[in-house]
């Protein structure tokens, strides 16, 4: 299956304030989290923004807050994204067949979230690289168990050029630096 920019919308899964500190290589994480929205922002994939019990857990982290505060904001209680109507209808109002999903963690929301979209008859995208959880064995074994679900698993670099396609694509250039 490849990966179809006209086809794809990205689904951010609570990256927030008090969780963030707690999750195992964060700083690599949220820098590859920068990138993957800035590239995703290049070629105008569409977005929603999930964050789960904001009382307790805090808003989106602050480097990530400012380039994301312009898309859906959705609060949940569920750990699956798909398990708020309103952030689930918005998926399914988007008319696309492909959804990206990055975040944490990937063992609990990531998971349940990925599993539902299978479910609903989504082709899901995991962005290993800007996935996480607190402990590496709960994201490895996710990862596993979310691939021989028929979760596609990439990397945010992969998957940038793979929606570029091509070298003259207009945005080409401004990918490639963006990834170095």
Do not use: W
């Amino acid at each position: 299956m490849k990966i179809d920019v006209n086809n794809v919308m990205f689904c951010l899964v609570d990256v927030q304030e008090k969780l963030f500190p707690h999750i195992n290589n964060k700083a690599i994480l949220e820098k590859n989290l920068v990138t993957l929205i800035k590239g995703l922002q290049i070629h105008k994939v569409p977005f929603i923004v999930n964050e789960q019990y904001k009382k307790g857990i805090g808003e989106t982290i602050e480097s990530l807050r400012d380039l994301v505060d312009d898309y859906p904001h959705f609060e949940k209680t569920t750990f699956s994204c798909c398990g708020n109507e309103e952030g689930f209808a918005a998926i399914k109002a988007n008319n696309k067949k492909q959804i990206i999903v990055a975040g944490i963690e990937t063992h609990v929301c990531v998971l349940q979230t990925c599993l539902d979209l299978l479910e609903a008859g989504f082709q899901v995208i995991l962005v290993t690289d800007c996935c996480s959880s607190r402990k590496q064995n709960d994201k490895d074994v996710a990862i596993t168990r979310l691939v021989q679900a028929g979760v596609v698993p990439t990397t945010y670099e992969s998957l940038l050029f793979e929606l570029t396609v091509n070298a003259k694509n207009p945005v080409f250039k401004e990918i490639s630096s963006l990834v170095k």
